[in-house]
């Protein structure tokens, strides 16, 4: 299906960080089109803006998860680390999103290229530790998502991350996925963390050619989604939560089935496969979310100190959400007839 010229136009009237993304995947545009939009991202607009703000020692905000003058005892700890795992935080307060993994993250995900931040894998190697137990950075730390984080943004920058890989390995729960909270005991995966997780091997993978153990790791936690249709607990059948249907951007750590369905796509480029039929109930419910306009509303903003906002208002369209979306919908649909068997 042609995308709406209209909304296209729409699209494409966006900061060097989207537009790129939408030329490639929405427009069809020729690959010296996009790549040139692609390489204005160090240089002006968003990402350029958060490269200037990056600390002499190669950190933001001079720390690793967390700002350095971030109070653990205050009101921003109170809800941060359940932020961190994708849960409900407690409104005007909550994970800032200001220092190092999340700064690199946004900078990852919206295609910097890594020569724009060379050097950065060196200077955080030598000063940059994990607020958890004072661990190297380049080593990870305890908890899935960020190992996730860090896995794909040290593959991205050159970095040797191939024991966080291994750690993926070790900490895989019986079911399938992972769990951040396994340090506390939990022995069942969450729809949150084994999404993160998913997405760090997956880039780990593309960039790497990744081993076989850990393509296997990856169809294990992708079935683990896939059998609850990325929406519904295993057991009774019913929606897992109400943070399923909620769109926002940025994603951060938090779980959707835009977020979800999104993901399968580019796992399924990756492999070289049509869509999983099970994906069905996810994208009938990103569907449900469009406007008759095609865009899509921005539901929330994630509480949590920001550089500056990259997104619009809750309740104004959103041309991240309505790229995501209209990107996942224009792939289930095109690939119509030619999805696996269950």
Same mark, same amino acid.
């Given at each position: 299906m042609a995308v709406d010229p209209s909304l296209l136009n729409w699209l494409l009237d966006s900061d060097p960080a989207l537009r790129w993304q939408v030329e490639r995947d929405l427009a069809g545009a020729p690959r010296d089109i996009w790549e040139a939009t692609r390489d204005r991202l160090a240089t002006e607009g968003l990402a350029a803006r958060l490269l200037a703000l990056q600390d002499p020692d190669g950190q933001w905000a001079g720390g690793a998860f967390f700002p350095r003058d971030f109070d653990f005892h205050g009101p921003e700890a109170t809800h941060g680390l359940e932020a961190t795992h994708g849960l409900e935080a407690a409104e005007g307060a909550g994970q800032p999103w200001t220092a190092t993994t999340w700064t690199l993250n946004t900078l990852r995900d919206w295609g910097l290229d890594a020569a724009a931040l060379a050097g950065t894998a060196e200077l955080l190697a030598v000063n940059s530790r994990w607020e958890y137990d004072n661990l190297p950075y380049w080593g990870g730390e305890v908890d899935c998502c960020i190992n996730a984080y860090t896995l794909a943004n040290?593959?991205?920058?050159? %970095?040797?991350? +191939?024991?966080? %890989?291994?750690?993926?390995?070790?900490?895989?729960?019986?079911?399938?996925?992972?769990?951040?909270?396994?340090?506390?005991?939990?022995?069942?995966?969450?729809?949150?963390?084994?999404?993160? %997780?998913?997405?760090?091997?997956?880039?780990?993978? #593309? #960039?790497?050619?990744?081993?076989?153990?850990?393509? %296997?790791?990856?169809?294990?936690?992708?079935?683990?989604?896939?059998?609850?249709?990325?929406?519904?607990?295993? +057991?009774?059948?019913?929606?897992?939560?109400?943070?399923? #249907?909620?769109?926002?951007?940025?994603?951060r750590s938090f779980y959707s089935a835009l977020n979800a369905a999104d993901y399968f796509r580019t796992a399924a480029l990756h492999d070289g496969a049509a869509p999983d039929p099970r994906l069905a109930d996810a994208i009938e419910l990103v569907r449900a979310a469009r406007r008759s306009d095609g865009r899509w509303l921005q539901e929330r903003r994630h509480p949590g100190r920001v550089w500056f906002e990259v997104d619009v208002a809750p309740g104004e369209p959103s041309k991240w959400l309505t790229f995501f979306g209209t990107r996942v919908l224009e792939w289930w649909d095109g690939a119509s007839g030619q999805l696996r068997p269950r």
């Amino acid at each position: 299906m042609a995308v709406d010229p209209s909304l296209l136009n729409w699209l494409l009237d966006s900061d060097p960080a989207l537009r790129w993304q939408v030329e490639r995947d929405l427009a069809g545009a020729p690959r010296d089109i996009w790549e040139a939009t692609r390489d204005r991202l160090a240089t002006e607009g968003l990402a350029a803006r958060l490269l200037a703000l990056q600390d002499p020692d190669g950190q933001w905000a001079g720390g690793a998860f967390f700002p350095r003058d971030f109070d653990f005892h205050g009101p921003e700890a109170t809800h941060g680390l359940e932020a961190t795992h994708g849960l409900e935080a407690a409104e005007g307060a909550g994970q800032p999103w200001t220092a190092t993994t999340w700064t690199l993250n946004t900078l990852r995900d919206w295609g910097l290229d890594a020569a724009a931040l060379a050097g950065t894998a060196e200077l955080l190697a030598v000063n940059s530790r994990w607020e958890y137990d004072n661990l190297p950075y380049w080593g990870g730390e305890v908890d899935c998502c960020i190992n996730a984080y860090t896995l794909a943004n040290g593959v991205w920058l050159g %970095a040797d991350v +191939s024991g966080i %890989a291994q750690w993926f390995l070790d900490h895989r729960m019986a079911d399938g996925g992972w769990n951040c909270e396994w340090v506390e005991g939990s022995t069942r995966s969450s729809f949150h963390s084994t999404l993160n %997780a998913l997405k760090g091997l997956l880039d780990y993978e #593309a #960039a790497t050619g990744g081993t076989s153990r850990l393509r %296997a790791a990856r169809r294990a936690g992708e079935e683990y989604l896939l059998q609850r249709r990325l929406l519904r607990t295993l +057991s009774t059948g019913e929606i897992v939560g109400p943070w399923v #249907a909620r769109f926002t951007y940025p994603f951060r750590s938090f779980y959707s089935a835009l977020n979800a369905a999104d993901y399968f796509r580019t796992a399924a480029l990756h492999d070289g496969a049509a869509p999983d039929p099970r994906l069905a109930d996810a994208i009938e419910l990103v569907r449900a979310a469009r406007r008759s306009d095609g865009r899509w509303l921005q539901e929330r903003r994630h509480p949590g100190r920001v550089w500056f906002e990259v997104d619009v208002a809750p309740g104004e369209p959103s041309k991240w959400l309505t790229f995501f979306g209209t990107r996942v919908l224009e792939w289930w649909d095109g690939a119509s007839g030619q999805l696996r068997p269950r």
